[in-house]
C-alpha cells in the first residue's frame, strides 16, 4: 500500500498530503503507479520534506518571524527559540550544540529554511512514531483498529500527555457525534 512505502522512506502522509503530492506529481491515488511514478511521487516529498504546501508556508511566516535579522537563515539562539516556540524544546550547551551540528547540513554554522523543515520533519516522524507505538500498545481490541476511552486515556499517558477525562470525553462524544452526523447524510 502506497502510505506504507512512502512510510519506508521517512514520511508519514496523512490522506490529503499524499492526494497534495500525487497531484503535483501528476499521478493518481488511486491508479497502479509505475516505479518511475514512486521515484516521483517521493522527490515531492523530499522537496517538501513531507509538509503540505498550507503547512510549509505557515512554516515559512514563522521562519521568517524568527528570522530576526533578516538573512534568510538562523543562528542557533533564533532556531533554539523557534523550536521553543514550536514545541516547547529549552535545549542549553552541549545539547543545542548537538541539534545546530545536527541541523546545519551544509555546515554554515546558521539554519536556512530547508534545513528548518527537515529537521522539523523527523521531529514529526519521531513523534508520530512514538504515538503508533503507544497506540497499538494501548489498543486491546481484537481488530487492532481503535482505542475505546480507557485505552485512549492510557495512550495519552505513554505519551506523557496527562490530558483530563473529562477533555479526553468530549474529544470522543464530538468524534461520534461528526460519525454519526456523517453516517446519517451519506445515507441521505
Request: aromatic content about 10%.
Amino acid at each position: 500500500e502506497l502510505p506504507a512505502l512512502v512510510r519506508e522512506r521517512g514520511f508519514t502522509l496523512n490522506a490529503a498530503a499524499l492526494e497534495d503530492f500525487c497531484r503535483e506529481a501528476n499521478l493518481k491515488v488511486n491508479e497502479p503507479f509505475t516505479f518511475g511514478d514512486y521515484t516521483g511521487l517521493m522527490a515531492t516529498c523530499r522537496r517538501h520534506e513531507g509538509f503540505r504546501h498550507d503547512e510549509r508556508d505557515e512554516m515559512r511566516r514563522t521562519f521568517t518571524r524568527f528570522d530576526r535579522d533578516k538573512a534568510g537563515e538562523l543562528s542557533l539562539h533564533m532556531f533554539l527559540d523557534l523550536m521553543n516556540f514550536l514545541y516547547g524544546y529549552t535545549l542549553h550547551g552541549e545539547d543545542a550544540q548537538m541539534l545546530l551540528e545536527h541541523a546545519d547540513a551544509n555546515g554554515n554554522g546558521r539554519i536556512s529554511f530547508m534545513e528548518c523543515l527537515h529537521v522539523l520533519r523527523q521531529y514529526r516522524e519521531r513523534e508520530l512514531s512514538r504515538a503508533r507505538v503507544c497506540f497499538l500498545s494501548s489498543c486491546t481490541r481484537s481488530s487492532g483498529q481503535g482505542l475505546v476511552f480507557r485505552e485512549a486515556v492510557a495512550a495519552l499517558k505513554g505519551l506523557s500527555l496527562d490530558a483530563e477525562e473529562s477533555f479526553v470525553a468530549q474529544v470522543f462524544a464530538s468524534a461520534q457525534s461528526s460519525s454519526s452526523s456523517s453516517s446519517s447524510s451519506s445515507s441521505a
